[in-house]
């Protein structure tokens, strides 16, 4: 018989630590805390591990955001990667094959120019290529001028690359059961338990559990699990589009993005091409695949590559993505409940901040200080207009 992943355990009654959210980033903080020798800490998924975004992305990564503290904060979150398959024992296919960002518009160019010049000043690996030189590594991109959005060049960031998503979800929850942690599978956190602004614990579906300590990890419900601790955020969600092709001999060896076509594309080891369109223009909670993202996508990856035109898509998905208005997360304590934390405002681009989030998520949870990295990324943000401004960053996320 297969060996399971993590153990099963009956709830108990009284934790330190309670993480809301099974996906890569409450997995990941169970991790570190349990490195950091924390005991006691249960992780709470209403279904099971790497159910949302984690489980619905496209696995890029990169770092070549565009203010400091995100650049740093991702760049630290790729570092992290690089190493993760040897740390946790388990074969995560991070391939580590380059990613462009092209242009299409003079405001498009200044806005990547920006942030290659910002990279390079923060140690960051990303350069502006020409259409040529883009061509040279991306042999069937059209980089004609008869085309409604020309390429006008790239930004091109050689540490960017894919990963498998699923297998880093399994190996940070298998390494966090190792260092003891309780994965609860199908335990839904019904009410967030708070007195005199002090938080107490949760209601879930298996029990009522004490807790010093709670942080909802949970991306796209963030709005609905904070609400239950009296928590508003500034949240907004809309799913997130994707869809896999049928496999084909190796063709497509980069990560390619157009924040003006909004779309991305990359080819896994299978062959299978891999490729998501913009943000559903409007919030809701649905995670259904639509006719309209696929026609959209459909059109819009033609014109770049139009060997594309026969292509058979296999299967589609959403994901739910929680975006802040500065499409920055927020990690932070929340000062009006004591004990109670957020980690969330992910967007479209959560699911590479998994290693980062998860450090510095279980340092500030272990140490009571919130780490140096994440400062910039706290709830009090939007009340104190100190905002990190990311949208241009973002990619596909308007
Ligand atoms: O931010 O790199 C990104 C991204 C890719 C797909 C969706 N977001």
């Known amino acids: 018989m297969a060996k399971q992943m993590w153990r099963t355990y009956d709830l108990k009654k009284t934790y330190d630590i309670v993480i809301i959210g099974g996906g890569a980033h409450g997995l990941a903080t169970a991790y570190y805390l349990s490195k950091m020798g924390v005991k006691n800490v249960a992780v709470l998924e209403a279904r099971y591990p790497g159910y949302g975004g984690?489980?619905?992305?496209?696995?890029?990564?990169?770092?070549?955001?565009?203010?400091?503290?995100?650049?740093?904060?991702?760049?630290?979150?790729?570092?992290?990667?690089?190493?993760?398959?040897?740390?946790?024992?388990?074969?995560?296919?991070f391939s580590q094959q380059g990613h462009f960002t092209l242009g299409h518009t003079e405001s498009g160019i200044s806005g990547l120019v920006t942030r290659a010049e910002n990279n390079k000043a923060l140690g960051v690996n990303s350069y502006m290529l020409t259409p040529p030189e883009i061509k040279k590594k991306l042999p069937e991109i059209d980089i004609s001028s008869h085309v409604r959005y020309p390429i006008l060049g790239a930004l091109y960031h050689p540490p960017g690359g894919i990963i498998r998503h699923d297998a880093v979800v399994w190996a940070y929850g298998r390494g966090a059961d190792k260092g003891g942690v309780e994965i609860h599978n199908l335990t839904e956190v019904q009410d967030i338990l708070v007195e005199k602004g002090k938080i107490q614990g949760v209601k879930t579906n298996r029990g009522t559990i004490h807790a010093k300590k709670v942080i909802s990890v949970v991306a796209g419900w963030s709005s609905e699990v904070c609400r239950l601790a009296g928590v508003k955020l500034p949240f907004v969600t809309h799913p997130l589009q994707a869809l896999v092709t049928e496999s084909y001999k190796p063709w497509l060896h980069h990560v390619v993005v157009s924040g003006t076509l909004h779309i991305y594309?990359?080819?896994?080891?299978?062959?299978?091409?891999?490729?998501?369109?913009?943000?559903?223009?409007?919030?809701?909670?649905?995670?259904?695949?639509?006719?309209?993202?696929?026609?959209?996508?459909?059109?819009?990856?033609?014109?770049?590559?139009?060997?594309?035109?026969?292509?058979?898509?296999?299967?589609?998905?959403?994901?739910?993505c929680d975006m802040t208005p500065d499409y920055s997360p927020i990690i932070s304590p929340i000062d009006e409940v004591e004990g109670f934390y957020v980690n969330g405002g992910w967007g479209t681009y959560g699911f590479k901040a998994s290693p980062a989030s998860g450090f510095n998520t279980a340092k500030m949870l272990a140490e009571d200080k919130v780490p140096e990295m994440i400062k910039p990324f706290s709830y009090n943000r939007f009340r104190e207009n100190r905002l990190v401004g990311e949208k241009a960053a973002a990619s596909v996320s308007s």
């Open 54 to 93: 984690s489980g619905r992305n496209t696995a890029i990564l990169r770092s070549n955001y565009r203010t400091e503290e995100g650049i740093k904060f991702y760049d630290q979150s790729l570092g992290l990667y690089e190493n993760l398959s040897g740390e946790l024992d388990y074969n995560l296919m």
């Open 265 to 320: 594309l990359s080819q896994t080891d299978r062959g299978e091409l891999v490729c998501g369109d913009g943000i559903d223009q409007y919030p809701h909670y649905g995670m259904r695949s639509t006719l309209g993202f696929m026609e959209a996508f459909s059109s819009h990856v033609l014109e770049l590559f139009p060997i594309l035109h026969n292509i058979k898509v296999q299967r589609q998905w959403a994901g739910l």
